[in-house]
């Protein structure tokens, strides 16, 4: 099965990494492909919240975030190091749900791994969080994994 | 422009696998410059370029386009040179490496940034007026600036193609315009020496044709955004120069053409007098459709124009805004990112709230000087752009032999010298005609500077939190 791993570049989007890590079997899994999406039209296009200072390419300060998106995808794809699967990266470029369920489509996944997004106000008032239309539309399952409460966080995070 | 959609990309690293999909073809970037430069000046600023010069204002609209491609070349260049983060800040930076020069260019191109969003949105809630008078203009300009900050804010990821439809609705505005003319033309009622008029010139008509060079300028403004999205663009060695000076000339050539047709339909007076001055040329009712309806329409259209070019403006505050944060020249929380939407929220909130004080002050002080607040802060931006286009120039002169490689675009040296003149030309005209505008701009640098200031000052408070944020390890306490 080939499983992709979305990232924005949050915090979140490893835990959801990290909790795939904690219950999947590995030898099920064929292939892992990790897939930042870059919104070129967005004030920031893309936020690496990852990444040591050391960890970053030359360019991330001086505003490129293509970099920023592929420091976030490595940091992401170092979870699965030694795991089992292949792994690969992907840095796109467009609406993050689109290019997350095309990526899909293309690679034939088997599962789709997205971080929930915010929990607060702004996602019940506005329309459309990247999560939401995933699960919609992805020709297979989805795996949204919710921010885990403040005193159970370190539970979530690593089995 | 047909071409430019299927190239691979060249810029795949070995680290990462072969499909680095990039989303910006070169016709969606034509056509995103197209709708950058054509929201921004035509609609909000003819009447004063009509109002220095005269029925012949089109040859003002036509040397700014000049002296716009010429900048847009070199732009192209430079482009094409550093695809990633490109902005007239780091060319400047490659060119000069000069940390306060960086930062001033930087302040100077935000500064713009916030003026041009003042003046589009005094413009919008002129066309706004027109069609729905229940509020005053700065309220209006206010709710304006409002919505699309909140816009922002949800994020614009899918606009590329309402960007499209909204450069359609943009040209389908000037292309009434210049319907009606043919049809006033064609009716045998047109002046023609109207278009060799200076009647409004105050001395030689060089100067004339300069001043209103200088406003019409601000109509070229916000191709330089388009540098933004440079990253994402496939092939951009080869689609960027072409959709951008493209862009640009064929800008040009419609701004020529309503120019010609404004003069030729409605006589300079009405024009320079009005604040929504294409609607006069509707007004004129020439042709036989109802003159209401057409106002109506006609009052969108321009209003979807204006709020396509600002939108834009107010997406690259945030942005510029949250580099700097990084680069640790402004405080840290412009860097903050808002958990779900990905957004920088208080460089959003801060930008609007800068061009929402520009507006208020503005309107407030033009009560006793009796100048529009669109002038006053279209000249604020075309000071700052002038400045930043000639650096950009003399930077693209001076990097020459430095980085370049095989299929790199490349402007013609004579053309970047004339340009880099006209530029220059331009500004001290506007600086020695309106020193006054200059009390704005040193307004806006000082803000950039107080930023920094604090940033200076208290800056180490906020780096040992930053440092945690970009270290996951250490803020799961593992």
Known sequence: MHVIVATDGSKQ??????????FADPTKITEVSVIAVI????????????????????????????????????VVAAEFDGWGPKVHRKVRGGSPANEIIKAAKQLSAGLVVVAAGGRGISDVVLVGSTAQRVQHYAPCPVLVVRPAPRRTASKAGRS | MAEGTTYATPYDEPGHENDLKRS???????????????????????????????????IAFGVGVAIAVITAMAYAELVTKYPQ?????????????????????????????????????????????????????????????LILTIINFIGITESVVINMLMTFAEVSGLIIVTIIAIWYVAEGNADFGTLTDFSNAEGHPILAIISGVALAFFAMTGFENTANVAEETIDPQRSFPRALIGGIATAGVIYVVVAIAAALTVDTETLAGSEASLLEVIKADIIPVPVDAMVILFAIIAMIAITNTTLVAVVTQPRILYGMAKEDVVPGVFSKIHSSRRSPW???????????????????IDLAAGETLIDRLATVTVVFLLFIYALVIVSCLKLR??????????????????????????????????PSSLYWCAGLVALGVVLFLVEYLFGKRT???????????VGRGA
């Open chain 1, 39 to 74: 919104r070129p039209l967005a004030a920031v296009s893309f936020a690496d919240e990852l990444s040591t200072v050391d960890q970053r390419k030359a360019h991330t300060d001086a505003g490129s975030f293509r970099a920023a998106a592929e420091n976030a995808v490595d």
């Open chain 2, 463 to 473: 780096r040992p939190a930053s440092a945690e944020r970009g270290d996951p390890e």
């Open chain 1, 13 to 22: 989007s490893l835990a959801a990494a990290r909790h795939l890590k904690s």
């Open chain 2, 24 to 58: 910006i073809t070169g016709r969606l970037l034509f056509f995103y410059t197209l709708g950058d430069v054509l929201g921004s000046g035509i609609y909000v600023l003819i009447g004063a370029v009509a109002g220095a010069v005269g029925g012949a204002f089109w």
């Open chain 2, 401 to 434: 032999g430095h980085d370049e490689a095989e299929g790199n675009y490349r402007a013609s040296t004579p053309l970047l010298v004339v340009g880099l003149v006209g530029n220059l030309v331009l500004l001290g005209y506007v600086v020695y005609d309106d």
């Open chain 2, 346 to 364: 208080f460089g959003l909130i801060f930008s609007g709230l800068v061009v929402a004080a520009l507006l208020t002050i503005g309107s407030q």
């Open chain 2, 85 to 145: 983060a490109a902005g007239a800040a780091l060319y400047v930076n490659k060119a000069f490496g000069n940390k306060f020069l960086t930062f001033l260019i930087t302040v100077c191109f935000l500064s713009s940034s916030f003026a041009a969003a003042g003046a589009l949105s005094s413009g919008f809630a002129s066309y706004f007026l027109e069609v729905w008078e229940f509020a005053p203009a700065l309220v209006i300009s206010l709710v304006f600036v």
